[in-house]
């Protein structure tokens, strides 16, 4: 079960992409094994050398009953140090963020794709959905 970020490619130059494990409890496991989750609106940040995922919206299990978890809590992502380093001081220069991209199950334990991104501007998006539309029509590629 694979959970994409669609807008990120749309509003994000993707610089480069690492994958990182996710701290989880059983019921959220679960719940992303049924493809219960959104990474729609979800963000990484970095606190106290600890790489956390922010706003990423796993659905209660069904089953759970009272050990369920919070749909929206803080999950703490599985990086070594040095990688935790390199993306801090990647995330300190202007106008980068780390943006999850894909949520999956690798060999059963659950997978985070991050990006290292840069902001479109208007332009580009206009740009975007130029190409996008060229090549589902069939038009001549300009570049």
């Given at each position: 079960m694979?959970i ?37 609106d979800s ?10 995922l922010?706003?990423t919206?796993?659905e ?73 539309d ?6 001549l590629?300009?570049?």
């Open positions: 694979e994409k970020n669609k807008k990120a490619y749309f509003n994000y130059f993707v610089v480069r992409e690492i994958e990182a494990g996710i701290v989880l409890k059983g019921s959220e496991i679960k719940a992303i094994r049924k493809g219960s989750a959104n990474i729609k963000y990484i940040r970095i606190k106290n050398n600890e790489v956390f922010i706003n919206y796993i209660k299990y069904e089953q759970g009953n009272n050990f369920n978890h919070e749909p929206t809590r803080e999950r703490k992502l599985l990086l070594h140090k040095k990688e935790i380093k390199k993306l801090y001081e990647e995330v300190k220069q202007e106008g980068v963020t780390l943006i999850p991209l894909k949520l999956y199950i690798s060999n059963s334990h659950a997978k985070i794709l991050i990006g290292v991104c840069k902001g479109k501007k208007l332009y580009d998006k206009r740009e975007t959905i130029k190409k996008r060229l090549a589902r029509t069939g038009g590629d300009y570049e």
